[in-house]
């Protein structure tokens, strides 16, 4: 075994007497600790709710979404969509209007999503496991149905058991010249709810119609504002999504779920950067512990090292001593906050016990997902720091003899 560890070690457990020097090495241990335990929990509860929300997502948005470079409407070229439908891994395509629109029920009003949606929704839909209330319809024997969401249900305090109250919908006619009268520049359809889903705010603002009802409102034909793509569970998104594109041409938009959301994304990981970069710099002065520590115990030991001269040692032996007793105490305090960090994370994925402590959160507690990259990352940065700490005062041990 090396000499300058089996030293280090002797120092590093030697207990003859409780000194300064010791509670500044247990304080050092703990500080490094504690902080990769919380850097590995607060990273694991950031992967968690990036999984979260790509799970919402996934109960909402389609696998891959088409929409035109320009404007806001396309006509789809029928060749092109029939193409489409047939294309190996997909399962169904959704022709879409949506746009916002006004909808009053008794005398309350709200700003919405009107999203007309066409045959395969209701067949299919995403939406049908996040059904809270009433039925999951859009059409049934002839009869047009509005599906709306929980923001909305909520806001205009809608009640399904009152037939007698349909919701109005409002959309501005398409016309150059408007009518003095009000109503003359309104179309307007009254339909009965069929049921209410709840996903997250940002998601229930929605009211879903027959396209056929969509279309009367906006005037669009033949026009739609996107189709949208669901794909067989066993489709290759990325090449599926690569084959839409070159079908479809550089005047279509197409991407998937992920690029769909992708501020959302992109935010979640900066933050989860700039956390990460917050809670290695308190590590990293956490460990300057072990640079006085290191000081400290080079000026105690000042005897032994004369001894160790004298026996032949030279001053790189006299470093590494040193050294490796700061190595020591990052490791220990390394792989304890490892420990600890993944301890928390099975625990809480398990049992939840740290609540997110709002009534109106999906979830009751805090969601993590243990990704072992994160765990390597921050084993790797804080020994790199404690380490480049550790140097210093082994360098200049020989300066103190």
């Not at 709710?49 to 070229?77: C, M, W, Y």
């Not at 809670?279 to 400290?296: E, P, Q």
Request: net charge neutral; glycine share 6%; charged share 20%.
């Amino acid at each position: 075994m090396n000499l300058a560890f089996l030293i280090a070690r002797r120092y590093f457990l030697s207990r003859k007497k409780r000194s300064f020097i010791n509670f500044i090495s247990f304080m050092s241990m703990l500080g490094i600790g504690v902080g990769t335990m919380a850097t590995v929990a607060v990273l694991s509860v950031f992967n968690g709710l990036e999984e979260l929300n790509r799970s919402i997502f996934k109960s909402f948005d389609p696998d891959i979404k088409i929409t035109a470079t320009v404007g806001k409407v396309f006509t789809p070229d029928t060749g092109k969509l029939a193409h489409l439908k047939k294309l190996p891994g997909v399962d169904y395509v959704t022709e879409v209007i949506e746009d916002n629109a006004l909808v009053i029920y008794q005398n309350g009003k709200m700003v919405v999503t009107l999203k007309g949606v066409d045959d395969t929704f209701q067949k299919n839909s995403r939406l049908k496991g996040s059904l809270v209330e009433g039925q999951f319809l859009i059409n049934q024997d002839g009869i047009d149905y509005a599906f709306i969401g929980g923001n909305v249900y909520g806001a205009l305090n809608i009640s399904l058991d009152n037939l007698l109250e349909p919701l109005e919908i409002w959309y501005p006619k398409n016309q150059k010249k408007l009518s003095l009268i009000p109503e003359n520049n309104i179309n307007k359809k009254v339909l009965n709810i069929s049921g209410v889903y709840a996903l997250e705010l940002l998601h229930d603002d929605y009211v879903y119609v027959p396209l056929s009802v969509a279309k009367e409102l906006t005037e669009y034909t033949s026009q739609r504002t996107a189709l949208e793509v669901q794909l067989k569970p066993e489709a290759n998104t990325e090449k599926v999504q690569k084959e839409i594109d070159r079908i479809f041409g550089n005047k279509y938009v197409v991407k998937n779920r992920e690029e769909q959301n992708a501020n959302l994304f992109r935010a979640i990981k900066i933050e989860k950067l700039f956390i990460f970069i917050a809670l290695i710099f308190i590590i990293g002065v956490a460990s300057f512990n072990i640079f006085f520590s290191l000081t400290m115990l080079v000026i105690d030991k000042k005897e032994e090292v004369r001894t160790l001269y004298a026996m032949g040692a030279d001053d790189s032996l006299i470093k590494m001593i040193f050294f490796t007793e700061g190595a020591i105490i990052s490791v220990i305090g390394t792989v304890t906050g490892l420990v600890l960090g993944l301890v928390f994370c099975l625990t809480q994925e398990r049992f939840g016990w740290l609540g997110m402590g709002m009534d109106t959160a999906l979830i009751d507690a805090y969601p993590v997902k243990v990704n072992p990259f994160d765990f390597l990352i921050t084993a790797v940065a804080v020994i790199i720091i404690t380490l480049l700490v550790s140097y210093f005062p082994a360098r200049r041990a020989t300066g103190h003899i």
